[in-house]
């Protein structure tokens, strides 16, 4: 088998702690015997930082600067003092910070087609408060792609969407996306709706997440959802649908099941949720108390 084209993907505005102890954890558990390369995606990481992670010396890491997430693009369809209403919570938008909306966005979309990413075929997501926390003893990226996986996840969450604004806006949307382009609702509707068939607001987890860069790149369908989202909706910036919420949409809309991988024996934190390994998520309270489990 050829060896596994793939990156190891980290987005941040500057040199956290946490990121630090990312890197580490990464480098102790897997990457000290796997040695993929290390995408950092940044906005303000400086000489000394760089010089500083380059000897934690977890794979090669390559810096890519992006231009700040608080600062809106000059595209013809964004009205600047709308979009600001929107992150206040008016007009009906939800209420977020701009650097936010466009960071989901990033991950939805800009991050697939991004450059950085043309030598590889698979991205595995870091967050800089995500932490392996045990040895992995064997490569997701080979698992992937000896198994011809698309999504690879460690947990999944569900947010209730009648008491998030814009979360059924989301949904009517992608059925009515489903609909004119006549694509089957079946696993959509497994994955996202209840057993009275209302939508539960399902996502992945996506702090962690394995993805297939060449299959998405090659949708023929992937932009196409994306722009309306994005442009005929708004809804990145309005309702600041999330990038999870965005993969629940189109694993249901475009991926089989078994092209969907649960990487359940994953030692991960994000923040103070463990995916311990064998499946749930535990929450921890401030007492160390697990307070919430998700089961998947
Ligand atoms: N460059 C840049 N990165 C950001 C920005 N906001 C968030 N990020 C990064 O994007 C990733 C996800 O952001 P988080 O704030 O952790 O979002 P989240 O995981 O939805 O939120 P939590 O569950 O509270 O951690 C992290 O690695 C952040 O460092 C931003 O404005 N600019
Ligand atoms: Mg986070």
Known sequence: MDPVKAAI??????C?????????ALHRYFN???DYPILIFHEELTDDDKKHIDSLKSGSITYIQLTPFDQ???LPHLDPQLIQKWCEGKEGGRKARLGYKQMCRFYAYE?????????????????????????IDYDPFAYMQQNQLIYGYRSVEF???REIVGMQELWSATKTFAKAHKLSRRYLKKLCTNWKGRYKGFNYYNNFEINNITFWRSHPLYKVFFDYLDQDQMGFYKYRWGDSNFRAMITGLFLRPEQVHHFKEIAYRHNDHYSIPGGDRIVYSLEGNPFETTSF
Not at 9 to 14: D, G, M, Q, S
Not at 16 to 24: F, G, P, V
Request: hydrophobic share 40%; glycine share 0%.
């Open 9 to 14: 993907v980290y987005l941040v505005k500057n």
């Open 16 to 24: 956290t702690s946490d990121l630090i102890e990312s890197l580490k």
């Open 32 to 34: 000290a015997q796997y």
């Open 72 to 74: 809106l693009p000059n």
């Open 111 to 135: 991050l697939l087609v991004h450059p950085a990413l043309d030598s590889f075929d698979y991205y595995w997501r870091f967050d800089d408060d995500s932490f392996l926390y045990a040895p």
């Open 159 to 161: 947010e209730n969407p």
